[in-house]
């Protein structure tokens, strides 16, 4: 193990994007992921990279597509209202199936909304967030580490793939330290041959456009890029299960909420409930699959979320109508306690023995 | 063991700062820590917290409800978080800072006047750090070497001259009788 540092979330995804390779990073400031922008801009230019403050989060998005289109590991990031304005050119990234890391620390909205912490871009993250038909990939780190980890994980998966890929932070893990180490390796380059790197009069010009204006060539292109998103639901998917087997009550829950939910979990267990916790780490893809096998014994699903109730259809549509699914949740940049979540299991466990 | 800080005071104060240095000391000592601070629109002079987490093992939420210790440098933050303090747990005061006593009897209460203390050794600003060292020694947890160690970790070369001078306030706090 190399030595643990003391960060803040935000100054690992900064330090992991340049231990990962990325030299260019766009952004324009906005609470609470501004830490982001400030290490960079004390970094990059001492690494040989590029760090630049946009005129707007709009100018930034557009600058990270033509540094991707050069085949570049770039990076952008910003918080709700600033990702709004960036879901044009995320979709532009993804009509061109270029590569590229977005960062979003979510805070309460909507509108400018407040700047405390959120997960009310839950469909807007893994829904695409911009018009047309595509997704991005949604990595939701619970954990400095995990901060750190995801964001290199976040430009190998991008590069594989030609897509991009949002790391779905929020207020509380961006401005939260903890101990974090760097000693992970980074996933091999990935040729990028399409890149618009010049032809040195060797090959055809290789063009970067989202533009298709025959219907019947469009249709091809976006089912060729469904087909990649199927690939990636079977080999990405990723969750943490915590005392699931055996589980009537399972909380689902991802990034701060998780961590909040987890010591609701262990507390229920020691009061012999028997509550488990899945964790979604990819978002899109959703883990599906392990919440469906939960509902195979799990009596009682309660969806965790610093919104009104976002991920809760995912849940939905994943336990199928085997087990009810409920909502504990607290909204607008404030968070749930784990007293609140430890109530709610409380209360399912009491309805579920009430009802034996 | 799991331990629960809550450092409240003014913006400005600079209980951030000791809250990571007390972070950061628990992490050379191989324990999980965790430092949040409060956010939010605030500015020097406004109320800022830090709430600080040790323990032996994994943390949970990084959120604190009742701490175990609180660490008060203004009166808004002791009648705030007075009541929400673990029966069993600490007090710490700057009783330069406030005139009020505690008025929990299920606590452990100890009144420094860390501003003046901090004042008569010519570091008005380090009364964060007196308070720290007091805050070590209550809960048998001050080790100079890693103290040492934490504030060097802490302070940016460009301020290492300032490093003797924390130290120095951090051993008057943890000297106060």
């Not at chain 1, 909304?113 to 990939?137: E, K």
């Not at chain 1, 991008?158 to 974090?180: F, K």
């Not at chain 1, 469906?292 to 809760?312: C, N, R």
């Not at chain 2, 009783?95 to 570091?123: F, H, N, Q, W």
Request: glycine letters at 10%; a negative charge.
């Amino acid at each position: 193990m190399g030595e643990k540092v003391l960060m803040k979330g935000n100054e690992a995804i900064a330090e992991a994007a340049i231990q990962a390779g990325c030299r260019h990073y766009f952004g324009y400031p906005i609470t609470p992921q501004t830490e982001i922008a400030a290490y960079m801009a004390k970094r990059m230019p001492k690494i040989g990279g590029l760090f630049l403050q946009a005129e707007s989060e709009i100018a930034a998005i557009n600058m990270v597509y033509g540094c991707s289109s050069a085949g570049m590991r770039v990076m952008t990031s910003s918080s709700s209202p600033g990702i709004s304005l960036k879901s044009e050119g995320l979709s532009y990234l993804a009509g061109a199936d270029l590569p590229a890391v977005i960062v979003n620390a979510q805070r309460g909205g909507p509108g400018l909304g407040g700047i405390q912490p959120s997960q009310s871009d839950y469909f807007q993250a893994t829904r695409g967030g911009g018009h047309g038909d595509y997704h991005m990939l949604v990595l939701a780190p619970a954990s400095v580490q995990e901060m750190a980890e995801l964001t290199v994980k976040a430009f190998d998966l991008a590069d594989r793939y030609r897509m991009t890929c949002m790391i779905l932070a929020d207020g509380t893990t961006g401005q939260m330290m903890e101990p974090v180490s760097f000693d992970f390796v980074p996933g091999e380059p990935v040729a990028k041959p399409w890149a618009t790197t010049g032809t040195k009069m060797e090959r055809k010009h290789n063009i970067v456009n989202s533009l298709y204006l025959l219907p019947d060539v469009l249709e091809q292109k976006n089912i060729e890029r469904y087909e990649k998103y199927e690939k990636i639901k079977e080999t990405e998917t990723m969750a943490e299960e915590f005392m699931v087997e055996d589980a009537d009550i399972v909380i689902v829950a991802f990034g701060i909420a998780a961590r909040v939910s987890k010591n609701a979990v262990i507390a229920a267990r020691k009061n012999g409930i028997k509550a488990g916790l899945i964790r979604p780490i990819t978002l899109w893809p959703y883990p599906e699959k392990i919440v469906a096998k939960a509902a195979e014994h799990a009596k009682q699903f309660i969806s965790v979320e610093l919104s009104m109730g976002q991920m809760i259809e995912d849940v939905k549509l994943a336990v199928d109508g085997k087990a009810p699914v409920s909502l504990c949740f607290r909204a607008g940049g404030m968070i749930p306690m784990p007293e609140q979540v430890y109530d709610a299991i409380a209360e399912a466990d009491k309805k579920l023995k009430g009802g034996n | 063991m799991t331990r629960e800080y809550l450092f409240a005071g003014f913006g400005g104060q600079g209980l951030l700062f000791s809250g990571k240095v007390l972070a950061y000391k628990a992490l050379i000592e191989g324990k999980h820590v965790s430092w949040i601070p409060s956010y939010g629109p605030e500015m020097r002079g406004g109320t800022a917290n830090c709430s600080v987490i040790v323990s032996d093992d994994p943390i949970g939420a990084p959120l604190i409800s009742h701490p175990d210790v609180l660490v008060a440098m203004n009166l808004p933050s002791l009648d705030k978080y007075e009541s929400e303090v673990k029966p069993g747990g600490m007090i710490l005061v700057d009783s330069t800072l406030i005139e009020r006593k505690v008025e929990r009897t299920d606590v452990d209460v100890y009144y420094i006047p860390a501003s003046r203390l901090a004042g008569e050794m010519g570091a008005p600003t380090l009364a964060n750090m007196v308070l720290a060292g007091k805050l070590l020694q209550v809960v048998s947890e001050y080790d100079e070497e890693n103290v040492g160690k934490a504030l060097a970790k802490c302070i940016s070369a460009r301020h290492a001259d300032l490093l003797d001078l924390n130290f120095k306030a951090m051993d008057t706090g943890k000297t106060f009788e």
